[in-house]
């Protein structure tokens, strides 16, 4: 067996995450390790819980970064809140709806899915029929933003549904957090979960969570305990501090390096602001649209349900997207996202987020894009991919 | 609210874990980030695994690191081997046996503990005798190294008498691996979990994982699903190719610079040799024992069940135990660790783990220890510390 040390490749990573991370995010996370009870490792801890609050827009007393990744901040939530024969609706349009009917599942409750179409949004009439039709559900869960798809759903909307029939709203925002706005009080979200890889450009492996006080107080008013050790809230209070009082108590070794890592890509947020990081990820967006129709390819997404930060490219007739992509990689050392599920081989997924986005990476992407598909001689229009981006991107 | 870039303190970890991290693995750790299906990342997961396989001494096809904290990993061998209504022997003799018996009650199983006092190691005799009293019990789970203790049990015995009463093994040796013997397939284990922070010395936040044959077919056999999509591994199998075949499913994103940790980590283990970093463990604990002696201190545990990474020291009568271990961080930047549950304020822990078990380190902790212990008034040996260790650092 050869062993020798790993030294990756150099990428552009335009995919639907891990995004590209800032050599400051990289240098935070290398710093020395120092313990997880260290009492300056634990001021640190109460800094980010602050600067969650801002990329969440909200005051939630326990809001705190899980030590695994969005999956297990999915299954948080689902195993704190809910219990073995609750009824929980769940809006699945797309991969990430199905992975949550699989976690009402496994949590011993049943789910009751209110399905529309890959590529559409949630339709709110369906969701309100299904509220009427079924009294009594502990949740709705839904996806903000289908990684899988590129659509963005009316999450405020949904919110008030589930409260209006005093349900708790679950609320993945694995895409959207940062890139396009969350704003967890004003819409009265209880529960939502993110990732670090996506617009926050950190690495993979945390998942940043928030909960309402409705929600902590169903998590403490349960019957029966909470299925996962690792993950009860109840535990993990202790060792945030969430739980209020000052006292930390073990529960589990942080991911040290890692949470230094996302601290510095919070203080980068703070420091562009986050009206501008949407701003940036929308303009970004619209440059790539321009570049992207100049040479005929159409997104799938209709135009107002379309997340800016992951852009769901119809792939050409007859074009071997497999190896669209493997030239892409392979000439430019760009990665681009594949089609999920129903939408393997038909789509590619663009994203656009966090360091990702920007005006250099976007124009390359076109050109590099452009160039292959002319290369394989794909059926595309004979526009200026480039010209038409930077048009937008001068304003 | 203060928002900068966080400046860890530069410390010496002598506690429980984390180990102190080599700077190699740190700028492994801080390298560009690729994508989780990059063919370059899939062919460095695959020589992950022949690592794995070495520092866990296993063919087991099964053995990958599990994308969470050891706890994770704890949980993921429960929910994949054990259905509700099983019945599964848990041994307990410290913190973590009682964390396996909160794991079987929340995967819906029964536990049945055989219990020894903390600081001893699990007694054969009981085990057999609850073996023999609770025919059909699918599992016994015992802790081969106690963190809470510094107790070393009997792991081969243990996994002989599961064996042949038909039940599979699981076993806790993170603190254990690669500090001491861990021989999955010379003593028959079926499933071993680990943590990267202890004597792998590498980040926290990723626990290396493996499965034998026979628990590999309990897996594919369940009559129910995982209670935990997270941690399913029917799923993650087809992320790690372990389940045979080339090809790669998404199932969450892997924490890519973690791994690339982690597999600089184990290039070095690969480097010094698994039976030399036995050794430099045991020489290591020798030095640290000959010092603690000369100052009159001692260990908790008997010689012979020793972990010589984990070193249990018996806090003097009347010595405040807090403000030494204060002072040995704020004047030497040295951690050191508390008791823990049934222990919290009558012992220290001192870890010598991984990169932190050298003699520069030892010989700074028995010096520091002296000078404060002695600044205290406490009452202890006139002896030489430092020169008792190096007589036994120099042979």
């Known amino acids: 067996m050869t062993v020798s040390s790993f030294h990756p490749p150099q990428r552009i990573l335009m995919g639907p995450g891990p995004s590209d991370v800032h050599p400051r995010v990289l240098q935070a996370l290398g710093r020395p390790i120092i313990g997880h009870l260290d009492p300056e490792f634990v001021m640190m801890m109460d800094e980010m819980k602050g600067l969650l609050h801002y990329a969440f827009q909200t005051t939630n007393q326990l809001t705190l970064p899980v030590s695994a990744p969005g999956s297990a901040g999915m299954e948080a939530c689902f195993v704190n809140l809910i219990e073995p024969g609750d009824s929980v609706i769940v809006c699945v349009n797309g991969v990430f709806g199905m992975r949550m009917v699989e976690n009402v599942e496994r949590s011993g409750a049943t789910p009751i899915t209110v399905e529309d179409d890959w590529g559409k949004p949630i339709d709110l009439n369906k969701l309100e029929d299904a509220l009427k039709a079924n009294p009594g ?83 403490r008013g349960r019957n029966s305990k909470v299925q996962s050790w690792f993950l009860d809230m109840n535990l993990i209070m202790g060792y945030w501090g969430a739980g209020g009082g000052g006292a930390r108590s073990y529960h589990h070794t942080a991911p040290i390096n890692s949470l230094y890592a996302l601290h510095e890509s919070l203080v980068m947020l703070k420091e562009e602001g986050i009206e501008n990081s949407w701003k940036r990820h929308k303009l970004m967006h619209n440059a790539l649209k321009a570049g992207l129709e100049a040479l005929g390819l159409s997104l799938m997404v209709e135009e107002k349900y379309r997340l800016p930060q992951l852009n769901t490219v119809t792939v050409p007739e007859g074009v071997d997207e497999a190896e669209v992509r493997r030239r892409m990689l392979a000439d430019y050392g760009i990665e681009i996202g594949a089609g999920l599920g129903a939408l393997a081989g038909k789509v590619w997924r663009i994203g656009l987020m966090g360091q990702s986005s920007n005006a250099s990476h976007v124009t390359l992407s076109l050109a590099a894009l452009e160039g292959i598909l002319k290369d394989l ?6 526009g200026d991919a480039c010209g038409a981006a930077q048009k937008v991107l001068l304003g």
């Open 137 to 219: 559900v502990k949740a709705v869960a839904f996806v903000h933003a289908e990684t899988s798809t590129g659509v963005q759903s009316d999450a405020a909307a949904i919110a008030k549904l589930a409260r209006d029939h005093d349900a708790l709203s679950i609320m993945d925002c694995v895409t959207s957090l940062v890139g396009t706005p969350v704003l967890i009080d004003e819409w009265g979200i209880d529960a939502a979960y993110s990732g670090t890889q996506k617009c926050l450009s950190c690495v993979p492996g945390i998942s940043p969570i928030t909960f309402s006080e409705r929600a902590v107080e169903r998590i």
């Open 377 to 382: 001689n794909a059926p595309i229009a004979n």
